[in-house]
């Protein structure tokens, strides 16, 4: 059974940091994973997206202060948010896909994990 698992979703003033994991059930070679956010009302939009291609890594990010790193042990992706804004609050999701040609697409991506909550607020 293939499934995606996200953590690190908290309350964090504006300003601060924070890492999100998506740690997966299969192996992260020869797949992509994907970011998407969804804030209440508005449609879900893609934050960033990583493809593993044999022992290379390729990152894209909808803007500078959105970072990601890997651990490829534990089949584990982390998005590292720095100098968070009121709007970046929402449910992010990480969802598995085969590349990243078209990242910014939801159904692009066919596996997706539960979801986890960041909000940020003073």
């Known amino acids: 059974q293939v499934q995606l698992v996200e953590s690190g979703g908290g309350l964090v003033p504006p300003g601060g940091s924070l890492t999100l994991s998506c740690t997966t059930s299969?192996?992260?070679?020869?797949?992509?994973i994907v970011w998407f956010r969804q804030a209440p009302g508005k449609e879900r939009e893609g934050v960033s997206c990583v493809s593993f291609l044999g022992s290379k890594m390729q990152y894209q990010h909808r803007a500078s202060r959105f970072s990601t790193s890997a651990d490829i042990a534990k089949n584990t992706v982390y998005l590292r948010i720095d100098n968070l804004k009121s709007e970046d609050t929402g449910a992010y999701f990480c969802?598995?896909?085969?590349?990243?040609?078209?990242?910014?697409?939801?159904?692009?991506?066919?596996?997706w994990g539960q979801g986890t909550q960041v909000t940020v607020s003073p």
């Open positions: 969802g598995a896909g085969h590349d990243c040609g078209n990242w910014k697409t939801r159904n692009s991506f066919t596996i």
């Open positions: 299969f192996t992260l070679n020869w797949r992509a």
